[in-house]
């Protein structure tokens, strides 16, 4: 059972250059999250997914996409990066709305030079 | 405007000795909480949930005590290991319809030394 899967582990782009991180679950979870963490500042929410094909906003959303178009797939698209999204991403699902733990992924870290 | 705050960036605890991380809230719905530990290079991982209808929960070494009228939460371990050094997040959601996400402190890293 792999739960959370996160690639890639490790990317260095240019600045305005674009890339998709990937998430899978086999955990056959609706919810859905995209967290970025920097340092000092916890995690905070950049988008979300509540089931397939709905997707909202989170605290930070600007400067990234995500779609749903599977239960299991979340990925997260970065257009034109930028250095201020340099950053740890990490890819949560869980199985209840609004209690229950969120399972996290390994995390992917994004250099932006 | 941080709704959790965890005020203490660090912690450093003998082997042992008993550790106390604190949370604090100020977004009245919130009625669920969690602990999540996270090492260096990996992903947070849970470690115990309490919801408002309690005070207190406990799981092996590890207790999270809520007061919610001061909005205040604790989690301690009882005994500090060395492999407890990590940093410790505490997270927040309500139960309410549309609230669908959990809300998380800065941290507090833990450093438990033989």
């Known amino acids: ?113 | 405007d941080q709704q959790v705050k965890q005020n203490s960036p660090s912690l450093s605890v003998q082997e042992g000795r008993i550790s106390i991380l604190n949370c604090d809230y100020t977004n009245s719905m919130f009625d669920y909480f969690l602990w999540y530990k996270k090492y260096p290079a990996e992903g947070p991982t849970f470690l115990i949930s309490i919801s408002s209808i309690k005070d207190k929960n406990e799981d092996g070494r590890f207790t999270v005590f809520l007061n919610k009228s001061a909005k205040h939460l604790s989690l301690h371990i009882v005994p500090s290991q060395p492999g407890d050094s990590a940093v410790y997040f505490c997270a927040a959601s309500a139960t309410e319809p549309g609230y669908s996400t959990l809300t998380f402190g800065k941290g507090t890293m833990l450093l438990v030394s033989p």
Not at chain 1, 19 to 24: A, D, E, G, I
Not at chain 1, 55 to 77: H, I, Q
């Open chain 1, 1 to 113: 059972n792999a739960g959370v899967t996160q690639t890639p582990k490790f990317r260095i782009l240019k600045i305005g250059q674009s890339m998709t991180l990937q998430c899978t679950q086999d955990m056959n979870h609706n919810y859905m999250y995209w967290y970025r963490q920097d340092p000092g500042m916890g995690l905070k929410l950049i988008y979300y997914s509540v089931g397939a094909g709905i997707t909202d906003k989170g605290e930070v959303p600007n400067g990234y996409n995500v779609s749903r178009s599977t239960t299991e797939d979340f990925p997260l698209r970065l257009e034109l990066a930028a250095p201020s999204q340099t950053s740890v991403y990490f890819c949560a699902s869980r199985w209840l709305m609004n209690t229950g733990e969120l399972f996290f992924g390994e995390g992917s870290r994004l250099t932006v030079l």
